[in-house]
Antibody
């Protein structure tokens, strides 16, 4: 079965950290960009970060720049999102994604999505 | 900040057609492909249309996309109750160096 599976979500206090992981099975990530998109409760989709196939191009939304770090391991067919200095407004379901176009100057169009993992930031 | 504008909701009776618009600018839609995603209640989004007007395998031809200038459109014909979902457009914004989504449109089958 083709799937992306996220893990690592949970409840964290404001100012705390979490590391999300996303493993692909039946789906090659090599040669594609990967990224994260989040959805706050009852809200729309918000792109968070993306990284190219060789990790040489990395993009972040302004709202997470300096706090979140995206990375990938092509040998493990996986990607990660290290989230530091978490705030209440970071509360959301986080989806990992495979990105079709990702190079210098662009990184977009998601052709596969994970099922999502919930991150709750609350004291 | 939402740079792609979609109507919050559209509705129609079963068998009818709905059209969802996505309005942007030369910084985004005007210079990049548009994709559309369907999000059924309680599930992850799914790719519906890519490269403006192409359907992934398994997506019925009742769903069609088009782009003209700085706007894009998703048409759903032969509407079914199972089509009730939120639909999002997406593209790249050169000025923001960001992947951008529309605010989403809820389709209701009357």
């Amino acid at each position: 079965e083709v799937q992306l599976v996220e893990s690592g979500g949970g409840l964290v206090k404001p100012g705390g950290s979490l590391r999300l992981s996303c493993a692909a099975s039946g789906l090659a990530l090599t040669g594609y960009g990967v990224g994260w998109v989040r959805q706050a409760p009852g809200k729309g989709l918000q792109w968070v970060a993306s990284i190219s196939s060789r990790s040489n191009y990395i993009y972040y939304a302004d709202s997470v720049k300096g706090r979140f770090t995206i990375s990938r391991d092509n040998v493990k067919n996986s990607q990660y999102l290290q989230m530091n200095s978490l705030r209440a407004e970071d509360t959301a379901v986080y989806y990992c994604a495979r990105v079709r176009y990702c190079s210098s100057d662009i990184c977009y169009q998601i052709d596969n999505w994970g099922q999502g993992t919930l991150v709750t930031v609350s004291s | 900040q939402i740079v792609l504008t979609q109507p919050p909701s559209v509705s129609a009776a079963p068998g009818q057609k709905v059209t969802i618009s996505c309005s942007g600018s030369n910084s985004n839609i005007g210079n990049h492909y548009v994709s559309w995603y369907q999000q059924l209640p309680g599930t992850a989004p799914k790719l519906l249309i890519y490269d403006n007007d192409k359907r992934p395998s398994g997506i019925p031809d009742r769903f069609s996309g088009s782009k003209s200038g700085t706007s894009a459109t998703l048409d759903i014909t032969g509407l079914r109750p199972a089509d009730e979902a939120h639909y999002y457009c997406e593209t790249w914004d050169i000025g923001l160096s960001a992947d951008v989504f529309g605010g989403g449109t809820k389709v209701t089958v009357l």
